[in-house]
């Protein structure tokens, strides 16, 4: 057997000059190997989410087994407050009891307090047989320091910048909620944060739907023994430890911090859920509102694997982060308030503005005959005249009436003139091309605005409207029919000297008034077109 004592030297000064890195602790366990003459010594330690395992150099690092069994080896560790003996079958961790009591076990764990963490271990492999040499314990244990010196130069700066980073989560938590775009994954960071900073091994926040009368998302801190899907499920129903509607809704009725330093001795809990948490190594649970003034908005629950009293401060750190969780909370549902409500003025703003929009149609349209209205026509012929000087394109105008509409009138009843009105609207509208406007300039009048039309096209256009109207029955509602006849006066704006557009539409009227002195059912155009043409 090597001279221990000599190892223990060389492990001092090892740890005092290997570099604060992996190669410095796998030195460390290859020393420790030598000395305890172990096939394979391992050692264990937790960053945030698993466990990570260093071997010495001939193990490259395989040690077989989970996440579970490491947590159950782990656990009993805490448990018994020292080394532990156990089997591993297949990646479970079976035979699991106290390195006194080791039989036929064919590992150990010990324990290694790195500065005030508890969950870092040293495995050893292939050493048992029969009872444990005590020997080995007490090499072990004295060669702690230097394994927990390197430990502690390699692990601490993550976890610093760990726990600054969660820190930081907590103090910016209603800012990380209101920015994310998925609320549970920071919910957890801030859980996994409080857990670090409070020292219990499990923390659960329940968030309240806005009734206030049902959970409405639950999550839990990240650890080492929630990596299994058996773990992840214990873990989470011990953490929650609903046991039927009337628990749940003292829970959520709660005002004041609700703590149980021992819940397998809490006569309430029925004694099924007792044993669940006896085989869950559920100890000691409390549960604290998270309350905005007189709103219950969740519920903060910390959980501990091992009977723990909760002292007056021990209730003030965590009523204090239930206080911080609660003005996040409240920020994040004022967010959305404010969010709806921004959303619901568009809304709104939306609905109002297609309201102006069918109020302008409205205001522009013929109640009548559904086509444009003479305010309508005339902002038409004012845009078309402006767009045709500055294109130096061409564009007429033509005013057309129906010929005798009194006598329609007369003869068939005003509801009859209004049909008929309606029914040459109709063919009107749809006589046009398109960039073509038509509309009721007044009584029986209508006014074709027709851009890049010359005059001899829109004389062909009128006298085709007019032709198509001429040898038309329009029958009515009362099935009488009749026919219809109209006029028309056509105006070509001046690209020299261009018409105001009223000047343009008063051509156009003094045109039809013309075609009607020479016996209507005709096409007249202004004089000076006719002259220009």
């Known amino acids: 057997m090597p001279d221990r004592i000599k190892l223990l030297h060389r492990l001092a000064g090892t740890a005092i000059d290997s570099p604060a890195s992996n190669e410095g602790l796998g030195r460390i366990v290859d020393l420790v190997r030598e000395a305890i003459g172990a096939s394979h010594v391992y050692l264990v330690y937790t960053e945030d989410k698993e466990f990570l395992v260093r071997g010495d150099s001939g193990s490259n690092g395989n040690l077989v087994t989970s996440q579970m069994g490491l947590w159950l080896v782990q656990h009993q560790i805490k448990i018994t407050d020292g080394p532990v003996a156990f089997n591993v079958d297949g990646e479970r961790v079976v035979d699991l009891t106290s390195a006194l009591d080791a039989d036929h076990q064919t590992h150990l764990g010990f324990p290694v307090h790195s500065g005030d963490a508890t969950e ?79 020292g219990y091994d499990l923390v659960n926040i329940d968030v309240y739907d806005q009734a206030g009368k049902r959970i409405a998302m639950t999550v839990l801190n990240r650890t080492p023994q929630v990596r299994t899907s058996l773990g992840e499920a214990w873990m989470r129903q011990a953490a929650k430890m609903e046991w039927g509607a009337q628990f749940l809704e003292e829970v959520m009725s709660l005002r004041e911090p609700r703590l149980d330093p021992d819940l397998q001795k809490t006569e309430r809990i029925p004694e099924n859920v007792r044993e669940f948490l006896r085989q869950a190594h559920i100890f000691s649970s409390g549960q604290f509102p998270i309350r905005f003034h007189d709103e219950n908005l969740g519920m903060l629950r910390v959980v501990s694997q091992r009977p723990r009293e909760f002292t007056s401060q021990d209730v003030e750190v965590v009523s204090g982060f239930a206080a911080q969780l609660a003005v996040a909370l409240k920020s994040v549902d004022m967010y959305k308030s404010l969010g709806e409500s921004e959303r ?190």
């Open 344 to 533: 619901q003025l568009r809304q709104y703003a939306e609905q109002l503005q297609a309201g102006v929009e069918v109020q302008h149609r409205l205001a522009r349209t013929d109640a009548l005959t559904g086509v444009p209205n003479r305010r309508y026509v005339d902002e038409a012929t004012k845009g078309e005249c402006a767009r045709a000087v500055r294109h130096r394109t061409p564009l007429c105008v033509a005013m057309v009436d129906i010929d005798r509409f009194k006598d329609i009138n007369d003869t068939y009843g005003h509801k009859a003139g209004d049909e008929a009105l309606m029914q040459l609207a109709d063919l009107a509208r749809r006589s046009c091309r398109r960039g073509d406007v038509v509309g009721r300039y007044g009584g029986d009048e209508f006014l074709f605005v027709l851009p890049e039309a010359d005059l001899g096209g829109a004389t062909r256009f009128v006298n085709r409207f007019r032709t198509e109207v001429a040898g038309r029955d329009f029958v009515l509602s009362s099935n009488q029919s009749l026919r219809m006849k109209v006029s028309a006066g056509v105006a070509k704006l001046s690209q020299k000297n261009p018409q105001k557009p009223s000047v343009l539409i008063k051509e156009a009227d003094e045109a039809l008034y013309e075609a009607k002195e020479k016996g209507r059912n005709k096409t007249c155009c202004y004089r000076s077109a006719r002259k220009a043409a």
């Open 120 to 198: 870092e271990m040293l495995i050893v492999e292939g050493l048992v047989r029969g009872h444990v040499n005590f020997e080995v314990p007490a090499f072990v244990e004295a060669a702690t320091p230097a394994l927990a010196l390197v430990l502690d130069r390699v692990l601490s700066a993550a976890r610093a910048n760990r726990q600054r980073e969660q820190m930081m989560a907590l103090a910016n938590a209603a800012q990380l909620l209101i920015q994310a775009e998925h609320v549970e994954p920071v919910l957890e960071d801030l859980a996994t944060a409080i857990s670090r900073a409070s």
